[in-house]
Protein backbone atom coordinates (compact mmCIF):
# COMPACT_ATOMS: atom_id res chain seq x y z
CA UNK A 1 0.00 0.00 0.00
CA UNK A 2 2.84 2.24 0.74
CA UNK A 3 4.53 1.57 -2.69
CA UNK A 4 1.03 1.99 -4.42
CA UNK A 5 0.60 5.57 -2.58
CA UNK A 6 4.27 6.62 -3.22
CA UNK A 7 3.91 6.05 -6.68
CA UNK A 8 0.37 7.63 -7.09
CA UNK A 9 1.86 10.59 -5.60
CA UNK A 10 4.82 10.90 -8.06
CA UNK A 11 2.90 10.30 -10.79
CA UNK A 12 0.93 13.22 -10.41
CA UNK A 13 3.49 15.26 -9.74
CA UNK A 14 5.29 13.90 -13.37
CA UNK A 15 2.65 15.14 -14.85
CA UNK A 16 1.97 18.59 -13.68
CA UNK A 17 5.73 18.92 -14.18
CA UNK A 18 5.56 18.14 -17.35
CA UNK A 19 2.92 19.57 -18.36
CA UNK A 20 4.27 22.56 -16.95
CA UNK A 21 7.85 22.23 -18.70
CA UNK A 22 5.95 21.65 -22.47
CA UNK A 23 3.44 24.73 -21.93
CA UNK A 24 6.55 26.97 -20.88
CA UNK A 25 8.33 25.74 -23.79
CA UNK A 26 5.46 26.34 -26.00
CA UNK A 27 4.93 29.85 -24.58
CA UNK A 28 7.99 30.83 -25.19
CA UNK A 29 8.33 29.14 -28.66
CA UNK A 30 5.29 31.69 -29.54
CA UNK A 31 6.41 34.78 -28.28
CA UNK A 32 10.61 34.61 -27.13
CA UNK A 33 10.68 32.56 -31.09
CA UNK A 34 9.02 35.03 -32.72
CA UNK A 35 11.68 37.91 -32.32
CA UNK A 36 15.04 35.28 -31.74
CA UNK A 37 15.26 31.88 -32.68
CA UNK A 38 18.16 32.02 -30.30
CA UNK A 39 16.70 33.08 -27.24
CA UNK A 40 13.91 30.46 -27.76
CA UNK A 41 16.80 27.45 -27.95
CA UNK A 42 18.17 29.39 -24.22
CA UNK A 43 14.31 29.57 -23.01
CA UNK A 44 13.78 25.86 -23.64
CA UNK A 45 16.95 24.32 -22.30
CA UNK A 46 16.79 26.40 -19.03
CA UNK A 47 12.85 25.13 -19.03
CA UNK A 48 14.52 21.21 -19.69
CA UNK A 49 16.80 21.16 -16.78
CA UNK A 50 14.76 22.21 -13.98
CA UNK A 51 12.51 19.98 -15.40
CA UNK A 52 15.04 17.35 -14.93
CA UNK A 53 16.47 17.97 -11.88
CA UNK A 54 12.81 18.16 -10.80
CA UNK A 55 11.79 14.75 -11.97
CA UNK A 56 15.22 13.23 -10.46
CA UNK A 57 13.64 13.98 -7.12
CA UNK A 58 10.34 13.43 -7.97
CA UNK A 59 10.99 10.08 -9.05
CA UNK A 60 14.15 8.90 -6.46
CA UNK A 61 16.60 8.74 -9.01
CA UNK A 62 20.07 9.98 -7.49
CA UNK A 63 22.38 10.88 -10.24
CA UNK A 64 26.38 10.22 -9.70
CA UNK A 65 28.45 12.39 -12.11
CA UNK A 66 32.00 11.39 -14.16
CA UNK A 67 33.83 13.57 -16.28
CA UNK A 68 33.20 16.66 -17.71
CA UNK A 69 30.10 17.11 -20.55
CA UNK A 70 30.45 18.35 -23.40
CA UNK A 71 29.65 22.43 -24.20
CA UNK A 72 27.59 23.85 -27.25
CA UNK A 73 28.07 22.65 -29.89
CA UNK A 74 28.59 19.45 -29.31
CA UNK A 75 27.59 15.94 -31.16
CA UNK A 76 27.10 13.46 -28.20
CA UNK A 77 26.13 9.56 -28.51
CA UNK A 78 24.86 7.38 -25.40
CA UNK A 79 24.16 3.97 -24.92
CA UNK A 80 20.30 3.33 -23.97
CA UNK A 81 18.70 1.96 -20.89
CA UNK A 82 15.37 3.35 -20.71
CA UNK A 83 13.38 6.65 -20.96
CA UNK A 84 14.71 7.66 -17.80
CA UNK A 85 18.02 8.21 -19.94
CA UNK A 86 16.60 11.61 -21.03
CA UNK A 87 16.41 12.83 -17.64
CA UNK A 88 20.59 12.44 -16.39
CA UNK A 89 21.34 13.58 -19.81
CA UNK A 90 18.79 16.61 -19.99
CA UNK A 91 19.99 17.75 -16.52
CA UNK A 92 23.90 18.11 -17.95
CA UNK A 93 23.58 18.87 -21.29
CA UNK A 94 21.26 21.91 -23.61
CA UNK A 95 20.48 19.74 -26.91
CA UNK A 96 17.80 17.91 -28.16
CA UNK A 97 17.69 14.48 -29.15
CA UNK A 98 16.80 12.08 -31.70
CA UNK A 99 14.02 9.60 -31.62
CA UNK A 100 12.34 6.64 -33.38
CA UNK A 101 9.32 8.22 -34.75
CA UNK A 102 6.54 5.84 -32.74
CA UNK A 103 7.37 8.49 -30.51
CA UNK A 104 5.21 10.83 -31.88
CA UNK A 105 2.16 8.56 -31.93
CA UNK A 106 2.39 8.37 -27.72
CA UNK A 107 -0.37 9.88 -25.48
CA UNK A 108 0.82 12.88 -24.52
CA UNK A 109 4.85 11.93 -25.01
CA UNK A 110 4.39 12.31 -28.39
CA UNK A 111 2.74 15.95 -28.34
CA UNK A 112 5.36 17.17 -25.32
CA UNK A 113 8.78 15.72 -27.32
CA UNK A 114 7.31 17.80 -30.88
CA UNK A 115 6.82 20.75 -28.67
CA UNK A 116 10.31 20.63 -26.84
CA UNK A 117 12.21 20.24 -30.34
CA UNK A 118 12.92 16.49 -30.50
CA UNK A 119 13.89 15.07 -34.06
CA UNK A 120 11.84 11.99 -35.19
CA UNK A 121 13.36 9.71 -37.15
CA UNK A 122 11.70 6.59 -39.02
CA UNK A 123 13.81 3.94 -39.15
CA UNK A 124 12.12 1.93 -41.69
CA UNK A 125 12.54 4.11 -44.50
CA UNK A 126 16.04 4.41 -45.14
CA UNK A 127 15.95 7.81 -47.52
CA UNK A 128 14.33 9.53 -44.09
CA UNK A 129 18.37 9.84 -42.51
CA UNK A 130 19.49 12.17 -45.15
CA UNK A 131 16.32 14.22 -43.75
CA UNK A 132 17.44 13.58 -40.49
CA UNK A 133 20.83 13.95 -41.01
CA UNK A 134 19.64 18.15 -42.62
CA UNK A 135 18.14 18.81 -39.77
CA UNK A 136 20.67 17.38 -37.46
CA UNK A 137 22.93 19.82 -39.19
CA UNK A 138 21.07 22.70 -38.50
CA UNK A 139 19.91 22.19 -34.55
CA UNK A 140 23.57 22.23 -33.49
CA UNK A 141 24.61 25.63 -32.76
CA UNK A 142 26.82 27.34 -29.97
CA UNK A 143 23.36 27.44 -27.78
CA UNK A 144 22.39 23.52 -28.03
CA UNK A 145 23.78 19.93 -29.07
CA UNK A 146 22.45 16.89 -30.71
CA UNK A 147 21.97 13.15 -28.73
CA UNK A 148 21.46 10.43 -29.96
CA UNK A 149 20.83 6.20 -29.15
CA UNK A 150 23.33 4.98 -32.04
CA UNK A 151 22.21 1.41 -30.64
CA UNK A 152 18.75 2.12 -31.95
CA UNK A 153 16.69 0.54 -28.92
CA UNK A 154 17.02 -0.07 -25.81
CA UNK A 155 18.03 -2.88 -23.51
CA UNK A 156 18.39 -4.40 -20.35
CA UNK A 157 21.89 -3.51 -19.98
CA UNK A 158 24.15 -6.63 -20.10
CA UNK A 159 25.91 -4.90 -22.77
CA UNK A 160 26.24 -1.91 -25.07
CA UNK A 161 24.78 -2.77 -28.22
CA UNK A 162 25.92 -2.41 -31.71
CA UNK A 163 25.77 1.30 -33.15
CA UNK A 164 24.61 2.02 -35.83
CA UNK A 165 26.39 4.08 -38.26
CA UNK A 166 23.35 6.09 -40.87
CA UNK A 167 23.15 9.03 -38.37
CA UNK A 168 26.57 9.32 -37.84
CA UNK A 169 27.02 10.33 -41.43
CA UNK A 170 26.60 13.97 -40.47
CA UNK A 171 29.82 13.84 -38.19
CA UNK A 172 31.84 11.87 -40.20
CA UNK A 173 31.53 13.79 -43.60
CA UNK A 174 31.81 17.01 -41.83
CA UNK A 175 34.95 15.98 -40.22
CA UNK A 176 33.19 16.89 -36.37
CA UNK A 177 34.48 15.64 -33.21
CA UNK A 178 31.63 13.34 -31.37
CA UNK A 179 31.63 12.97 -27.97
CA UNK A 180 30.55 10.17 -26.10
CA UNK A 181 28.29 9.17 -22.64
CA UNK A 182 27.84 5.84 -20.55
CA UNK A 183 24.60 5.44 -18.63
CA UNK A 184 23.63 2.92 -16.14
CA UNK A 185 21.45 2.08 -13.01
CA UNK A 186 21.47 0.27 -9.83
CA UNK A 187 18.64 -0.50 -7.73
CA UNK A 188 18.51 -0.28 -3.76
CA UNK A 189 16.08 -3.02 -3.65
CA UNK A 190 17.61 -6.61 -4.89
CA UNK A 191 13.61 -7.57 -5.23
CA UNK A 192 12.82 -5.27 -7.89
CA UNK A 193 16.51 -5.26 -10.03
CA UNK A 194 17.46 -2.21 -12.27
CA UNK A 195 17.56 -4.46 -15.63
CA UNK A 196 13.43 -5.31 -15.26
CA UNK A 197 12.25 -1.87 -13.11
CA UNK A 198 14.43 0.88 -14.38
CA UNK A 199 15.90 0.02 -18.01
CA UNK A 200 12.92 -0.61 -20.73
CA UNK A 201 13.80 -3.31 -23.43
CA UNK A 202 12.33 -5.82 -24.77
CA UNK A 203 7.71 -6.04 -25.24
CA UNK A 204 7.56 -4.08 -21.47
CA UNK A 205 4.15 -2.30 -21.75
CA UNK A 206 5.74 1.45 -21.11
CA UNK A 207 3.17 2.49 -18.72
CA UNK A 208 3.21 -0.60 -16.21
CA UNK A 209 6.58 -0.51 -16.53
CA UNK A 210 7.00 3.44 -15.63
CA UNK A 211 4.83 2.63 -12.77
CA UNK A 212 6.60 -0.27 -11.30
CA UNK A 213 9.44 2.49 -11.40
CA UNK A 214 7.63 5.09 -9.81
CA UNK A 215 6.66 2.97 -6.83
CA UNK A 216 10.42 2.04 -6.26
CA UNK A 217 11.93 3.72 -3.18
CA UNK A 218 14.35 4.99 -5.32
CA UNK A 219 17.82 3.98 -7.41
CA UNK A 220 20.77 5.37 -8.78
CA UNK A 221 21.97 6.73 -12.49
CA UNK A 222 25.67 7.56 -13.23
CA UNK A 223 26.60 8.99 -16.15
CA UNK A 224 30.03 9.14 -17.52
CA UNK A 225 31.71 11.63 -20.06
CA UNK A 226 34.12 10.87 -21.81
CA UNK A 227 37.47 12.09 -22.19
CA UNK A 228 38.03 12.39 -25.20
CA UNK A 229 35.74 13.25 -29.03
CA UNK A 230 36.50 11.18 -31.83
CA UNK A 231 36.74 12.13 -35.21
CA UNK A 232 36.32 9.57 -38.40
CA UNK A 233 35.69 10.11 -41.57
CA UNK A 234 34.21 6.71 -42.01
CA UNK A 235 30.84 6.74 -40.10
CA UNK A 236 31.11 2.49 -40.03
CA UNK A 237 34.26 3.07 -38.55
CA UNK A 238 33.61 5.87 -36.19
CA UNK A 239 30.26 3.88 -34.85
CA UNK A 240 32.47 1.19 -34.05
CA UNK A 241 35.69 3.25 -31.93
CA UNK A 242 32.70 5.23 -30.25
CA UNK A 243 30.72 2.03 -29.26
CA UNK A 244 34.14 0.29 -27.95
CA UNK A 245 34.48 3.51 -26.06
CA UNK A 246 31.44 3.60 -24.28
CA UNK A 247 31.72 0.04 -24.02
CA UNK A 248 35.29 0.27 -21.96
CA UNK A 249 33.16 3.18 -19.60
CA UNK A 250 30.14 0.84 -19.40
CA UNK A 251 29.13 -1.30 -15.67
CA UNK A 252 26.83 -3.57 -16.73
CA UNK A 253 23.29 -3.75 -15.30
CA UNK A 254 22.68 -7.50 -15.25
CA UNK A 255 25.10 -10.24 -16.38
CA UNK A 256 24.66 -11.58 -19.79
CA UNK A 257 22.26 -14.74 -18.61
CA UNK A 258 19.22 -13.52 -16.29
CA UNK A 259 15.99 -14.73 -16.25
CA UNK A 260 13.38 -13.05 -18.79
CA UNK A 261 11.76 -10.02 -17.62
CA UNK A 262 8.82 -9.95 -14.92
CA UNK A 263 6.31 -6.76 -14.30
CA UNK A 264 4.19 -7.04 -11.98
CA UNK A 265 0.23 -5.50 -12.47
Not at 7 to 22: E, H, P
Not at 136 to 159: C, H, K, L
Not at 235 to 260: C, G, I, N
Amino acid sequence: MRAKIRGGIRLIAFFITSLMTVLLVAAGNLSVGIVSRRRAVQWKNTVIGYWAWLVSKITGMRIHLKGSPPESPFFLVSNHLSYMDVVPLWLCLDGTFIAKSEVRSWPFFGWATRTLGVIFIDRKVRRDVQRVNALIASAITNDQGVIIFPEGTSSRGAEVKPFHASLLEFPASSAIPVSYATVTYRSYDPETPAHTHICWWGEMPFFSHFWELLTLPGFEATITFGKRKLIESDRKMLASRLRQAVSDDFHPVVQPRTEKPHIQL
